[in-house]
């Protein structure tokens, strides 16, 4: 079943402030809750065909509690991440930790953040396969 093509841009979002906006948010999955800072703005272009949708699939496979620590981490890396969402990032995937930091990067608000967000999904991921080993 295709999803709404609304489900997308909100489950990225989501993935990676819902930890940022678990105080002021009702549901930060949903688009129409104005109290999420993303209500109102544009979803950036999709940088090639069909990039939302690999982002989407990716989305379906991290759990939502372990976006709140990936979040975390990616901007603060003393919040380390619990053996089950290290687990969750090595079973997505480089690719999909990658294409979720250039999804993020995407957004005005976090453009000055680029290299720092893409740098740091990368390191995350290398971190938790170390782990696993």
């Known amino acids: 079943m295709a999803r709404p093509a ?40 999709e940088p090639f065909t069909g990039f939302y949708t690999k982002v989407a699939q990716c989305l379906w ?18 919040k380390k991440l619990d053996d089950n969402c290290c687990n969750n990032v090595v079973k997505v995937g ?19 953040h680029r290299a720092l967000i893409d740098k740091m999904s990368i390191i995350t991921y290398q971190e938790c396969v170390a782990r696993k080993l």
């Not at 496979?61 to 003393?78: E, K, M, R, T, W």
């Not at 480089?94 to 000055?112: E, I, N, T």
């Open 6 to 45: 609304y489900v997308i841009p909100v489950m990225m979002v989501s993935f990676f402030l819902v930890c940022h906006t678990m105080t002021m948010a009702k549901n930060p999955r949903n688009e129409q809750d104005k109290e999420v800072p993303w209500f109102g703005e544009t979803l950036p272009p």
């Open 61 to 78: 496979n991290v759990n939502p509690v372990c976006g709140l620590q990936i979040y975390a981490h990616l901007f603060d890396q003393s």
């Open 94 to 112: 480089v690719q999909c930790s990658r294409d979720l930091g250039w999804a993020l990067g995407l957004y005005k608000k976090f453009k000055p």
